[in-house]
């Protein structure tokens, strides 16, 4: 049987690798996206690959997510993995003081309220799973030990999607979910930038990897693409 995977951000960098891999290895995918605009990429793939199911939704929006249940339940009545990929870094490289609370805002609701309201209501649909996971992709940033006095609206919210991560993991125990954070690592994406170490097709391929082996002895832990587990 086929994995059923969504993913959501799914129109660019690591997002749109998840469903380029995942696609290739034959399970069904259903890959995110807000602005078809920006999502020429992922269309045109969506349009060769009878897996590949490009789906419109902002996973801050409650009755897009509503619409996005409805499809996943009509069409596969499961879901097995949950990637909660789509984030955002407004203000980098601007001083704390001058920070602007729209862009602390901002990073709060995407990286951190999308993946609360995705799980919320994708959750039923996992229960349907012999294997249910849910992977937030976090970052080393949000690491308070590893913490730098820059880049404090995309620092604060990863650091609160590892707190999310830990308390999904105790809520959704009684269904036998598993949910991890994980960290791509530095990638050559629009985020990453140019100097960034790896390629997407690296990072997720390694995420992959480790995402295959996860256990319900892994839930609530924190993940690097290649398998090292790192202190929240």
């Known amino acids: ?10 129109n660019r960098g690591i997002g749109f690798e998840f469903a380029r891999q995942l696609t290739d290895r034959g399970g ?15 269309l045109e793939m969506a349009e060769g ?18 619409k996005l249940h409805r499809y996943i339940r009509d069409t596969f009545d499961r879901l097995d993995l949950l990637i909660n990929n789509a984030g ?7 001083p704390l003081d001058e920070t602007g609370i729209d862009s602390l805002r901002t990073a709060y609701d995407v990286n951190v ?13 996992l229960t349907g799973s012999d294997n249910p996971r849910i992977v937030n992709i976090g970052s080393r940033a ?21 707190m999310l991560t830990r308390i999904q993991a105790q809520a959704y125990e009684p269904d036998g979910i598993t949910v991890v954070v994980m960290t791509p690592g530095w990638v050559r994406t629009d985020m990453g930038g140019t100097d960034a170490h790896l390629s997407p097709e690296e990072s997720v391929s390694g995420m992959l990897t480790v995402i295959d082996g996860l256990t319900k002895d892994h839930s609530g832990r924190f993940f690097a693409h290649d398998g090292q587990e790192i202190a929240i």
């Open 1 to 10: 049987m086929s994995t059923v995977t969504f993913v959501s951000g799914a």
């Open 28 to 42: 069904q995918v259903i890959a995110g996206y807000r602005s078809a605009e920006r999502s020429r990429e992922l």
């Open 49 to 66: 690959h009878e897996c590949l199911h490009a789906f419109p939704v902002d996973v801050n929006n409650q009755r897009q997510l509503r």
């Open 88 to 94: 955002i870094n407004p203000g980098a490289g601007v």
């Open 113 to 125: 309220l999308g993946p609360l309201l995705a799980a919320r209501y994708l959750r039923p649909l």
């Open 142 to 162: 949000g690491v308070i030990s590893l913490s730098k006095g820059d880049n404090a609206p995309y620092r604060i919210s990863k650091c609160a999607v590892n």
